[in-house]
């Protein structure tokens, strides 16, 4: 099973995409449907949300030769019975907060606000957490995608994501996936790599 994981908002949709568009079938449900925060679609699986609650977690092997997103938190509810691929989404944390803060804002959510350094300590210690799960469990394999380097070079993405899943995917269309107009929330150092670098006269 490939697991597209990762923190909130750090990029799990656009790699769902890009295995999609690159022939590797996915496990969604499409009942969370498009909206201005994913324009393009969460690929997601709403099943999948109440693993940490379920003791039968057998439907799982319909994922087999597919890609399922799971949230971070939720890796190490995945059962044993499977052998996992995870792709993990990494995202500056400060453009993490921002845009899930927009998100709760447009939704007018309750969600209390924790602080943004609490909330970054919360998320460091999530991904320190699944790097340690994939390293003792024998059924699971780690790669870490840095969510800026895959919208700056696609190409380079897709080829290493598709070197990691074993090689049969069509990365000439999982390049033609990624929409760099979607990176809206970007930390300083993004923001200055993305403007276009003036010649000298």
Do not use: W
């Not at 697991?3 to 022939?23: H, I, K, Y």
Request: hydrophobic share 40%.
């Amino acid at each position: 099973i490939v697991v597209v994981s990762g923190l909130p908002r750090s990029g799990t949709s656009m790699m769902m995409r890009m295995l999609e568009a690159g022939g590797l079938p996915i496990l969604a449900d499409g009942e969370r449907g498009a909206d201005i925060d994913n324009p393009k679609g969460y690929f997601e699986f709403e099943r999948i949300k109440h693993l940490e609650q379920e003791t039968d977690k057998s439907y799982l092997r319909a994922a087999r030769g597919k890609a399922v997103k799971v949230i971070s938190f939720l890796i190490k509810e995945l059962p044993d019975e499977n052998d996992y691929r995870v792709l993990f989404m990494r995202r500056d944390l400060d453009e993490v907060l921002t845009s899930q803060q927009k998100m709760i804002d447009r939704l007018e959510s309750d969600d209390a606000d924790a602080g943004a350094e609490a909330m970054k300590e919360a998320f460091r210690n999530d991904i320190a957490r699944v790097r340690v799960l994939c390293r003792t469990r024998p059924n699971f394999a780690l790669s870490e995608i840095h969510y800026k380097d895959a919208v700056a070079d696609p190409a380079a993405a897709s080829r290493a994501v598709n070197a990691f899943l074993g090689g049969r995917l069509d990365e000439a269309a999982m390049r033609a996936a990624v929409d760099e107009s979607l990176y809206r929330n970007r930390g300083k150092e993004a923001e200055s790599e993305s403007r276009p670098t003036r010649s000298e006269p």
